[in-house]
């Protein structure tokens, strides 16, 4: 933080160093008093690239321009119009961009923008660097892909996904090592761009201009398209279809990565992949005597998600109770052995065991048998912690009691629109407790409030407590 000469140029006109003064005396009252949605709509949004906050992000001292440290895009405009003093809107610094440098040594700078605190603030302020380390990063819409990014979204900022990639437990036994072919390796090329911790040395040799910030997205839009032609193009995509369709890819590359073949699957049992390992839970049907309640046929089987129907439902609790419902089975040759009577059997849906991670899709597109499709934009209400213990199968449980079994939100993905138009946003919890919106490009901080309000299209919670 050495003098910067082109301030004091600027400070040897008074009505030039008034103006200064003013614009940082605004600009720090703006940064202090707005509501967070206020400061990052008007002083941490880039005008460019829409981004909030890449990097850092300066509002011009000389015009209304703000603009990303990222993408180059203040400085573009630095160099474009001559405008060189851009005020840092997480901090309120005076930054530079022909010193590259903050203005920390001219007095009235100082005086007027930290008064006392300046010393402190020399110490803990630094130049903005090229890397996100907490994740907080949107993709870009390159042409109807939110139902592709909103899916990530919440795939990258599971825990149990992002500590097996941290873990490079892909990247280690990988044959391909290539984000182009291979969907877990375009996964781990996202996450290393939204978490990593690349050298400067190493970004200003291999890309002296700015950094391709969506190398691992534009990586997994190709490995998407190569395996499944259908995903390419500039349709409406539906984002619960590349959700089954991530979980079976990252299961194969699993098997590729232990040179065994997809075909060897069993999926009755569960895998040590990543997708069965987190997300797989198990389904018990049971096919019983109306008159004796004989079970006479029990079949378990997995399933990554549940589907659940919303029609006439207000909560989520009702959707799950219209699931685990007793059904009357019509038309079916039942004959219980036990009773010798053929009436009509009961058919039961219960869980047999839960996954670490609990996926629910609310049925909002009804499809017609004269091939119609509607969307359904019925209200469900969704908890932050929902109790799993009602819809367990207790037959091996103490007593027939089963525990309160607890889950914690961390995820939705919202669809806004019709069948045909419509667009995918997400809504995460990170680990701080606090929820952001993720808007293709845009991140920004919501309540829960605001989030209860959602209307929800898939739900992610996470297992939290087992009493």
Request: net charge negative.
């Amino acid at each position: 933080m050495l003098g910067c000469q082109h301030i004091e140029q600027v400070f040897q006109n008074e009505r030039s160093k008034e103006g200064v003064i003013k614009t940082c005396n605004a600009a720090r009252y703006m940064i202090s008093h707005f509501v967070r949605k206020e400061k990052y709509t008007y002083a941490m949004k880039c005008s460019e690239c829409h981004e909030i906050n890449a990097g850092s992000n300066f509002m011009c001292l000389q015009c209304g321009f703000s603009g990303c440290w990222n993408d180059e895009h203040f400085m573009q405009h630095s160099k474009k119009v001559g405008h060189v003093f851009g005020i840092n809107s997480s901090n309120g610094l005076l930054f530079c961009f022909k010193c590259e440098d903050y203005i920390g040594s001219n007095e009235l700078i100082a005086a007027s923008m930290l008064n006392k605190y300046w010393d402190d603030v020399v110490t803990k302020t630094h130049v903005p660097m090229l890397e996100h380390r907490d994740g907080l990063r949107g993709l870009l819409n390159m042409g109807s892909t939110c139902f592709m990014s909103s899916i990530v979204q919440c795939l990258i900022h599971n825990p149990y996904f992002f500590q097996f990639s941290i873990n490079q437990l892909h990247s280690q036994r990988c044959p391909l090592q290539d984000p182009l072919s291979c969907i877990s390796c375009a996964l781990d090329k996202i996450i290393w761009d939204f978490y990593g911790h690349t050298e400067v040395e190493k970004i200003s040799k291999e890309r002296p201009n700015r950094r391709n910030e969506y190398s691992g997205f534009i990586g997994l839009l190709v490995s998407s398209w190569k395996i499944n032609e259908n995903l390419a193009g500039y349709f409406q995509q539906d984002a619960h279809e590349y959700w089954q369709f991530l979980l079976n890819q990252l299961h194969n590359d699993y098997m590729v990565c232990h040179n065994k073949s997809p075909e060897e699957t069993n999926y009755a049992e569960l895998c040590d992949c990543i997708a069965h390992s987190a997300f797989q839970g198990f389904l018990k049907s049971s096919i019983v005597c109306r008159e004796c309640q004989m079970d006479s046929k029990t079949t378990i089987d997995p399933f990554m998600d549940l589907s659940l129907d919303i029609k006439d439902k207000s909560n989520l609790y009702d959707c799950l109770d219209s699931f685990h419902k007793k059904e009357r089975l019509h038309d079916f040759d039942y004959h219980c052995k036990r009773c010798n009577t053929s009436q009509n059997a009961i058919k039961r849906l219960i869980i047999h065991k839960l996954p670490a991670v609990l996926v629910l899709q609310l049925k909002r597109f009804e499809h017609h048998l004269n091939g119609n499709s509607v969307k359904l934009n019925d209200f469900v209400q969704f908890p932050l912690y929902l109790n799993m213990c009602k819809y367990c199968d207790n037959s091996e449980c103490k007593d027939g009691l089963v525990p309160d079994i607890l889950y914690e939100l961390i995820g939705i993905i919202a669809h806004r629109g019709t069948v045909n138009e419509g667009h995918y946003i997400a809504f995460i919890k990170v680990t701080s407790g606090q929820w952001f919106k993720f808007n293709d490009s845009m991140v920004s901080s919501i309540t829960e409030e605001e989030l209860l309000k959602e209307q929800a299209y898939l739900l992610f919670y996470v297992v939290n407590q087992v009493n």
